[in-house]
């Protein structure tokens, strides 16, 4: 039999012809087969075509396909179609219709053949809904799933009224039945995707983490630094009062004054420390390699990149991230960066997906930012984004209350580990340790102790340093602090032979990480000359 082209049905042709419920019940088996196995995300195209077909079928001017996402949220219309010159209802939030949703919603089917005369009174709205567009026939068939609502399908007429005689309905609910276990079946498939790959996620976060601090256990306590000095226990006071707040910090200083011991303690003050601390050494990666490093890649991102791997934003995430010598990240990584602290968003390497993180930074450096910013090499609107609350750490040169403090410090800790009991400092050791000038900070205490108590034969420390420089010795400087910086590395190069690590090295001379320095050597134009490479 040929399909109806106009549905014209009154009292008297309401009823289906055997031919047309043979037909019929041919493309409801034809539905059942085409859902069976249908893959979750071709469910909802799929369901808008078996809709057109229904509608060409029985000559419908409009068929749509609904859901109620929540047990008490409003209709969401997944897909809808019509013929005739009629307008598809728009996908997403269906029409405010009070009566009409919460009769559906309550289980009860809604045969309305004649549009205004079949609704009850207190069907204002939808009247006046019906008025307005032209409905003049409906048909609501609620969609259960294991005894629960789960949506609805509708069927209308709009230039003529017609009858919904029962087979037809009975036959239409099957149809919704098709389509509504074939949905139901495409949200569990979707859920389950969805936890699956959340739990992967997380798998790989924990291993993420796990490596991260496999590599890191013990380098830190988190405990705040004791100190005698009333400059730094200033310092420490900021800390204090900063750490609850979540707020962003930068930490200002000299290469060795102790600025990722106050990250730390900034960490375990905080609300986030039972999330981990995450560190970046921007002066320690190829600029090639520090967006994955902080961003995270896809499998394939570029060459070498054999598997996924989480950035360090991602394994941060409701923790601290501190990253350590931010002056020296590279200007096309400072804009992506920015937008991270702006909307807590980002992409992997070589990924489309948008990841949102929740992270509180912290920001260390030994540069003036604000002259790179002057100069150029650094963001201004990253700037200021990192300087919320700067907190500037003094030269161990000008807390000199502390020396004693820490040597101590450092001698306890290394009694431990090296089993070398230290009952006494020599009082010459302890007046050499007072009296330098500690270019290197407290990095470099701690480096002339060790080498001190690897050297000491019985429980007296005993540490030989150069002279401490005279008054006259002592001049105004008349070079740039650059050019003073360069001319310092420079002589430490030449008297190691331009060999930066190892024992005698450069960077050990320096007392200074040989990452740190080849970052330095790099920003003063520091190369070794031709004539010293064999």
Known sequence: MQPRTQATPGPDNADISPAERLAFERLLGDLSAQFADLPAERVIEEIAGALQRLADFLGFDRSSFGEFATDDGPFEVLCSVARGGIEATLSGLGPS??????????????????IPADLPPQATVEAEYCRRIGLRSNLGIPLRISGRVIGAIAFTAFHHTRAWPEDLIVRLKLVGEVLAQALARSRREAALAAALAEITRLKERLEAENHYLRQTAGIRSGRVPASRSPRFNQVLEEVRAVAPTGATVLLLGETGTGKEVLADAIHALSGRRDRPMIKVNCAALPASLIEAELFGREKGAYTGALARQ???FELADGGTLLLDEVGELP???QTKLLRVLQDGSFERVGGTRTIRVKVRLISATNRDLARAVRQGSFRE???????VFPIALPAL??????IALLAWEFVNELSESMGKPIDHIAPDA???LLAHSWPGNVRELRNVIERAMILTRDRTLRVVLG???TPAAVEAPTDTLEESERAHILLALEQARWRIRGS???AERLAIKPTTLESRMKRLGLRRPASDIS
């Open 504 to 506: 005698g090295g450069a």
């Open 310 to 312: 989480m950035g360090r």
């Open 430 to 432: 302890m007046a050499a």
């Open 397 to 402: 040169r000008e807390r000199r209350e502390d």
């Open 97 to 114: 219709l009070p009566w009409y949703f919460r009769e559906l919603r309550a289980g009860r089917m809604i045969v309305l053949s004649a």
């Open 467 to 469: 002279a401490a420089p």
């Open 331 to 333: 200007l096309e990584l």
């Open 381 to 387: 609107d990253l700037y200021y984004r990192l300087n």
